[in-house]
């Protein structure tokens, strides 16, 4: 227990630094205006080899600073486009569905907990899996918090003393992920529904948000 808690408070601790760039990230984007006015000059110059090699690094620029996500919270926006990121280099279809998230109530480290260990599991159910998509949703209705993630699989997974089982046979603490978030859930007297065929494997929880 005293390993989890180091472990959770240093990934907690991480994602706060990655949040410390936001300010700086949404800056940059105001660069924009600049660009567009360095592009107009070259091409008004003819100079079609430069603004082709500029727009090419602006392009690249963009696509590494600038966040995917905003749900307006900044510590689910951290670990959201940190696995998105993940995701998409290992050619995994992310299908996303947030809203403001700006209202939840629940503790930082709890989220970390929950989408730190749910999308870590799908993305490496999906690695191993011929089709590699998943379907992600956060949202907040009314007082309810809803969260659900659905992967694709290449296989029906393991169950072993109630407890599911990595596909990778060189992954550490099978099955603690999804403990972890059970645990979670548990605490603050939600719900959670696990659902799983031969292609595919979600999990769903509902809790209040009073």
């Given at each position: 227990?005293?390993?989890?808690?180091?472990?959770?408070?240093?990934?907690?601790?991480?994602?706060?630094?990655?949040?410390?760039?936001?300010?700086?990230?949404?800056?940059?984007?105001?660069?924009?205006?600049?660009?567009?006015?360095?592009?107009?000059?070259?091409?008004?110059?003819?100079?079609?080899?430069?603004?082709?090699?500029?727009?090419?690094?602006?392009?690249?620029d963009i696509k590494v600073s600038?966040?995917?996500?905003?749900?307006?919270?900044?510590?689910?926006?951290?670990?959201?486009?940190?696995?998105?990121?993940?995701?998409?280099?290992?050619?995994?279809?992310?299908?996303?569905?947030?809203?403001?998230?700006?209202?939840?109530?629940l503790a930082d480290v709890d989220?970390?907990?929950?989408?730190?260990?749910?999308?870590?599991?799908?993305?490496?159910?999906?690695?191993?899996?011929?089709?590699?998509?998943?379907?992600?949703?956060?949202?907040?209705?009314?007082?309810?918090?809803?969260?659900?993630?659905?992967?694709?699989?290449?296989?029906?997974?393991?169950?072993?003393?109630?407890?599911?089982?990595?596909?990778?046979?060189?992954?550490?603490?099978?099955?603690?992920?999804?403990?972890?978030?059970?645990?979670?859930?548990?605490?603050?007297?939600?719900?959670?529904?696990?659902?799983?065929?031969?292609?595919?494997?979600?999990?769903?929880?509902?809790?209040?948000?009073?």
């Amino acid at each position: 227990e005293r390993l989890f808690r180091e472990k959770i408070t240093n990934e907690t601790n991480m994602y706060y630094s990655m949040t410390e760039n936001l300010e700086k990230q949404r800056k940059k984007a105001h660069e924009f205006k600049n660009h567009m006015a360095y592009i107009s000059a070259l091409a008004n110059k003819e100079q079609y080899e430069e603004l082709k090699e500029y727009i090419i690094k602006i392009d690249n620029d963009i696509k590494v600073s600038m966040d995917t996500i905003d749900t307006n919270n900044a510590i689910v926006n951290a670990v959201l486009n940190a696995k998105y990121r993940v995701a998409v280099n290992k050619g995994i279809v992310f299908i996303l569905k947030v809203n403001d998230l700006s209202r939840i109530r629940l503790a930082d480290v709890d989220i970390v907990v929950m989408l730190s260990n749910l999308l870590s599991n799908a993305i490496e159910a999906c690695e191993v899996s011929e089709e590699k998509v998943i379907k992600f949703k956060f949202i907040l209705q009314d007082d309810q918090m809803i969260l659900s993630v659905k992967n694709s699989m290449s296989k029906p997974p393991v169950k072993k003393n109630g407890i599911f089982l990595s596909q990778k046979q060189e992954a550490e603490n099978h099955g603690m992920g999804i403990m972890n978030v059970i645990e979670v859930v548990e605490k603050h007297r939600g719900r959670y529904v696990i659902d799983y065929d031969e292609h595919s494997f979600s999990f769903m929880v509902l809790m209040n948000n009073k």
